[in-house]
C-alpha cells in the first residue's frame, strides 16, 4: 500500500445507481480500494449520497456558491481531481438515468482530464452495451475514455460487501486497467500543468450547437 501525498493523483469514482439493494456499489468500493492501494487520493462520488434533482439548472447556471448543496459538493469534487472512473450498471443496455442525471450537471469540470469505464451486470457480458453508450457520453462531455475498459459480470457473485474480488481474475485484471488510466492521468495533468486553456473560448461542442460561453446564442453574420 503506498501512502497518498501533495504528487498524488487525485481521481473521483462516479458511481450511479441509486436503487435499493444495488449491487455494483461493491465493484465501485473495489475500485476505489485498488486506487487507494496505488497511493492516489480517491473520491467516491455516490448519487444515492449526493441526491440531485432531475436536471433542470446545470451547475454553471448557479451563482458560485449559490447550487444546492449536493451539486456543489459534487462540483467541489469534479474540479478537485485529475480523472475520472465511471462505475455504471447496464439499465435496457445503457446507463442509469442516476448516472445520466448526474453526469449532465456538470461541463467544464470535466474538460481536459481522462476518464475511465467500469461496466457491470447481473449476467455474463458485463454491461458491454453501455459500455459502449458511455463511451460516446464521456466522450461529449470533454473527458475521453482510455481504450481499455473493465466489464464484470455476475457483479452479485463477484464481491463483498467491503469490495473485495471474491474471484481473482479481477485482481489481475484492474492491475492493467489502472496502469493505462494512471498513465493517461499523469500525461494530461503535465499538459494541463504546462498549458492552460482559455475557458472563455466556446469549446467545440458549444460551437457545434451555436453557442458561447455563457450559453448565448452566437449571432450568424
Ligand atoms: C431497470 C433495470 C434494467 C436492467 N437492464 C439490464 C440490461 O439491459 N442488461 C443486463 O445485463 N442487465 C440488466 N439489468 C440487471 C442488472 O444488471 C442488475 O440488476 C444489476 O445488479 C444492476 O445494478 P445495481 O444493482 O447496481 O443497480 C437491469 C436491471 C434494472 C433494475
Same mark, same amino acid.
Given at each position: 500500500m503506498t501512502m497518498p501525498n501533495s504528487t498524488s493523483l487525485h481521481t473521483a469514482v462516479i458511481y450511479g445507481s441509486a436503487r435499493q439493494?444495488?449491487?455494483g456499489i461493491k465493484a465501485a468500493r473495489f475500485i476505489v480500494r485498488k486506487l487507494e492501494q496505488r497511493g492516489q487520493l480517491v473520491t467516491l462520488v455516490d448519487s444515492q449520497e449526493h441526491l440531485l434533482p432531475? +436536471?433542470?439548472?446545470?451547475?454553471?447556471?448557479?451563482?458560485?456558491?449559490?447550487? /444546492?448543496a449536493a451539486m456543489e459538493a459534487i462540483g467541489d469534487i469534479l474540479k478537485a481531481a485529475d480523472g475520472f472512473v465511471i462505475v455504471s450498471a447496464e439499465y435496457n443496455h445503457s446507463i442509469p438515468a442516476a448516472l445520466k442525471n448526474l453526469l449532465d450537471?456538470?461541463?467544464?469540470?470535466? +474538460?481536459y482530464k481522462p476518464s475511465a469505464i467500469v461496466t457491470y451486470s447481473?449476467? /455474463?457480458?458485463?454491461?458491454v452495451r453501455a459500455l459502449i453508450n458511455l463511451r460516446a457520453i464521456l466522450a461529449e462531455l470533454g473527458t475521453p475514455s482510455i481504450p481499455s475498459a473493465f466489464p464484470i459480470s455476475h457483479v452479485h457473485n463477484s464481491f463483498d460487501d467491503d469490495g473485495n474480488?471474491?474471484?481473482g481474475i479481477y485482481d489481475e485484471r484492474v492491475i492493467k486497467f489502472l496502469d493505462e488510466f494512471e498513465w493517461y492521468t499523469h500525461a494530461l495533468k503535465l499538459a494541463r500543468e504546462q498549458k492552460q486553456f482559455d475557458h472563455s473560448l466556446p469549446t467545440q461542442q458549444q460551437l457545434c450547437r451555436g453557442i458561447n460561453t455563457s450559453g448565448m446564442r452566437i449571432p450568424r453574420p
Open positions: 439493494g444495488r449491487q432531475l +436536471l433542470d439548472l446545470m451547475y454553471k447556471e448557479y451563482k458560485a456558491g449559490k447550487a /444546492p450537471h456538470f461541463q467544464s469540470e470535466y +474538460l447481473a449476467g /455474463p457480458f458485463g454491461g474480488a471474491l474471484d
